[in-house]
């Protein structure tokens, strides 16, 4: 944009030029003239450059210089990668024999992810030097063009200026010369750091080729029987001794530890880790504290969680140690293991008093099993004893699942859901790790016994994360209750609803998690990757168009993220306008969630259609087959689609009115882009195409207000005192409250039928919504004062009649209930 006006402004002032010069004055003629003299005077003067502009280049030339020195001045930054180059050196010469002797898969992986780090910290380091390499080459640039210019090297025509002219030359010349000497030992500085890296960056790569090499080896030797049968272990000699394999792999995690948590590059995620638990704990305390304060029966509150109030630090711990792992690129090892069994832990105390006994003892032994299984994961060598210990532990797995199976079968329902079905995939992996560890095949039996152990463990804490993170939400919407504040929308959230609604998405996500984690315990995750990231970024043609398949999941996941907020405001939006009392006008605001809807759902298609990088020609050729479609067969769709935005302008109904259309009657509990949801009185929802509520004849009893009028004809036998009567029903109908002043109630004489003498009775119920209640009040009231006063009541049909609007008193029809919980049914 800024370019944009500089262009314009710049061709406005040409113009503006070119037009004053086709409009001279005379004195500007003049002015112009005698410029133009002096200017071929000077040339003629100094035949072999002027003065001037040999001042003028001494004066370029020495803001050059001062600018330039003053660059190589600040210096360049490259003493970190000077102090960390040498260290690097050794570690990736340590990686390279760790490599050659390497034996397990467990080690190579970890590796590699050392690999994946280093890669990343190099590509870093060339690019800050390359940057560095090009300023100082700008440098050079400068430096060769003053050493060039033969401009310095004329002598002025005037002697008086000549000798001065050449002192400043000089000056500048010996600075320029002192500024090359300087940018020569930078150049070669940077020059050698770049070799370096470039070094170390052919390295790695060659470190890489290395272990992807050694990984394709290790899968093809899996396969076959490399360790020997279990008996012909020690014959085979492929086995190390246990000491020698703990002092290596104690080397080893060590220095991976160290270097795990001092690498610059995992600083940001130490960050998110500690800021997670240090969050989630003030969370749960801050709601604890604050319920305590404001709600007397806080006890009944804190008796309804099991986790969070008891155990605020363990909870804590438990989220911390579940989800930390996921902040880090490839984190190691050593540290995943741990994280696990910090997470076993802290969940074994929270679980205690909690789960049932017999889970709880399961749980018992699936510790100690991960606790061998994460310490055998990360010997770098193979030894006998670890192969004995691993098939007892296995062995042992399988017994006691065998045996929980069958407490689980007698009280299903007091476990959590699909343990049946777990506890049976669990042992049949644990069966088949057994057979490879006797078969020879024991790289492959430790891990697939690894990967079911950790992951059954991993998914107990996501379980219990689920848990604990509902509980949370539970404690931070009874924290936002205010009984002296109807106004806030928490208040009247129900948790249930809430619950339901958002425990899904915990689920999914948590699964989807779950299996990040099984991919990186099968060591399967960087393959997945590679091949996810070429099938979604490989080019497919449909036609003429050219397509991704990420372009196609992106536009989807916009499209459903848009979709879940618009579902998310409308139920905040909602459920806290049906809660709260509300005028007419605050009624047609809330209503107007539909257009925000609409919005929502219009910005975020042209948002999924920018990040997919759809080409909006193509949109626009989908909008007119579409057109076409509408043409043929889609009119009643577009026709509710259009009734719908007429709606959420004109609001003629809104959500919570009662409403009569169609012969039905009912609340309106929701108006969608399509159609209408109207709960009934007899407690079904019918919808109703939005067209209909334009098209058709609708009674809508709240539009402008909740009022309702009441219609009883009451009828006496001839004989009865009429004065009396009418004193009667004013009597009764002014002594009840809930029945409006104005307007005024009314009491007529109404009619002389064969049988009785009849009477109208009017007035009004402040909420229809307790008409019914107040009228059968006021028709127990006519009853119990005339069987007092010995008023006869004929007997017959519609001595108590309710008229609706259109109906005559002798109509005896039944009619559909006007709100939920009305019995439809003729009145008496």
């Known amino acids: 944009m800024i370019l944009i006006q500089a262009s314009t402004l710049t061709q406005d002032c040409s113009a503006q030029v070119k037009k004053k010069k086709g409009h001279l004055s005379i004195r500007d003629s003049l002015r112009q003239k005698v410029l133009h003299r002096d200017s071929v005077i000077r040339s003629f003067k100094n035949a072999n450059g002027s003065v001037n502009i040999l001042l003028g280049k001494i004066e370029d030339y020495t803001t050059a210089y001062v600018e330039t020195n003053s660059d190589l001045s600040r210096g360049f930054d490259t003493l970190d990668i000077s102090e960390r180059l040498p260290s690097l050196e050794k570690r990736m010469a340590l990686m390279r024999n760790t490599i050659n002797s390497s034996s397990t898969l467990g080690n190579l992986v970890t590796i590699r992810s050392m690999i994946d780090h280093l890669k990343d910290q190099l590509g870093d380091w060339e690019d800050q030097l390359t940057i560095y390499n090009d300023q100082l080459d700008k440098m050079r640039d400068q430096i060769s063009e003053f050493k060039t210019d033969t401009a310095l090297r004329t002598a002025p025509a005037d002697s008086s200026l000549r000798d001065k002219f050449f002192s400043q030359v000089q000056i500048l010349d010996a600075k320029w010369k002192t500024l090359d000497k300087a940018t020569q030992k930078s150049v070669i500085r940077i020059g050698l750091l770049q070799n370096r890296v470039s070094s170390l960056s052919v390295l790695v790569i060659d470190l890489d080729d290395r272990i992807d090499l050694k990984i394709h080896e290790f899968t093809i030797k899996a396969m076959d029987n490399e360790y020997g049968f279990i008996w012909e272990m020690n014959e085979h000699g492929k086995t190390a001794r246990l000491d020698t394999a703990v002092v290596k792999t104690y080397k080893l995690n060590s220095r991976l530890y160290k270097y795990f948590f001092t690498s610059k590059s995992n600083y940001w995620a130490h960050f998110a880790s500690v800021l997670l638990l240090i969050a989630f704990f003030t969370w749960i305390y801050t709601s604890k504290r604050k319920i305590a304060r404001l709600n007397e029966g806080h006890a009944s509150i804190f008796e309804q969680t099991h986790y969070i109030i008891k155990h605020p630090y363990l909870s804590a711990l438990t989220v911390f140690s579940i989800l930390s792992p996921y902040f880090y690129d490839h984190p190691a090892q050593v540290f995943a293991n741990t994280m696990l069994l910090i997470m076993m832990g802290s969940i074994g105390l929270l679980i205690k008093d909690n789960w049932p006994k017999p889970l709880f003892n399961f749980w018992q032994i699936l510790f100690i099993a991960a606790l061998f299984f994460c310490l055998s994961s990360l010997l770098i060598l193979i030894t006998y004893v670890d192969r004995i210990v691993l098939l007892l532990i296995s062995g042992f797995i399988i017994y006691y699942s065998f045996k929980f199976l069958k407490t689980l079968k007698n009280a299903a329902d007091k476990y959590p859901p699909y343990m049946a079905v777990i506890l049976k995939v669990f042992i049949g992996l644990h069966g088949l790790s057994v057979l490879l560890n006797i078969l020879g095949r024991f790289s492959l039996a430790k891990i697939v016994g690894t990967t079911a152990t950790l992951n059954l463990c991993l998914a107990m804490g996501f379980y219990l994360l689920v848990q604990i993170l509902m509980e949370s939400l539970f404690l931070q919407l009874e924290a936002n209750k205010n009984k002296d504040n109807n106004t806030d929308i928490t208040s009247f959230i129900d948790f249930k609803v809430l619950q339901k609604k958002s425990k899904s998405i915990l689920v999914k996500i948590t699964a989807i998690l779950w299996l990040v984690a099984l991919t990186k315990n099968l060591a399967i995750d960087d393959y997945l990757y590679d091949q996810v990231n070429d099938f979604l970024n490989h080019p497919y043609k449909f036609s003429s168009t050219a397509f991704t398949f990420r372009s196609v999941l992106v536009f989807i996941i916009v499209i459903w993220i ?72 889609l009119q009643n769709i577009v026709n509710n689609l259009v009734s719908g935005i007429i709606l959420a302008f004109e609001k003629p109904v809104q959500v919570g009115d009662i409403i009569e259309v169609s012969g039905k009657s009912g609340t309106i509990k929701e108006i969608g882009i399509r159609s209408s949801k109207i709960e009934c009185g007899d407690g079904s929802e019918l919808i109703v195409p939005n067209g209909d509520l334009i098209s058709h004849h609708v009674v809508n009893w709240t539009l402008t207000n909740n009022n309702r009028r009441v219609e009883l004809i009451i009828r006496v036998t001839y004989g009865s005192d009429v004065v009396k009567v009418e004193n009667i029903l004013k009597t009764i109908i002014q002594s009840h409250d809930d029945i409006m002043s104005t307007p005024a109630a009314s009491v007529f004489l109404y009619n002389f039928s064969d049988t009785a003498v009849e009477f109208r009775v009017w007035f009004w119920a402040a909420e229809i919504t307790k008409w019914l209640s107040l009228k059968s009040n006021v028709m127990r009231a006519i009853y119990i004062e005339f069987a007092k006063e010995g008023i006869e009541i004929p007997q017959g049909k519609n001595e108590f009649l309710l008229n609706f609007p259109g109906n005559t008193p002798q109509e005896d029809k039944p009619r559909e209930p006007l709100i939920p919980g009305d019995t439809p049914a003729t009145e008496k």
């Open 562 to 633: 848009s979709g879940l907020l618009a579902r998310i405001i409308s139920y905040f939006y909602d459920f806290a306008g049906q809660q709260t009392k509300l005028t007419p006008q605050a009624k047609k605001t809330r209503s107007s969630i539909l257009l925000i809807r609409l919005t929502v759902f219009v910005v975020g298609f042209f948002v999924a259609i920018t990040a997919a990088g759809i080409p909006m020609d193509r949109v626009t050729i989908i909008i007119g087959a579409l057109g076409v479609g509408i043409g043929f067969g």
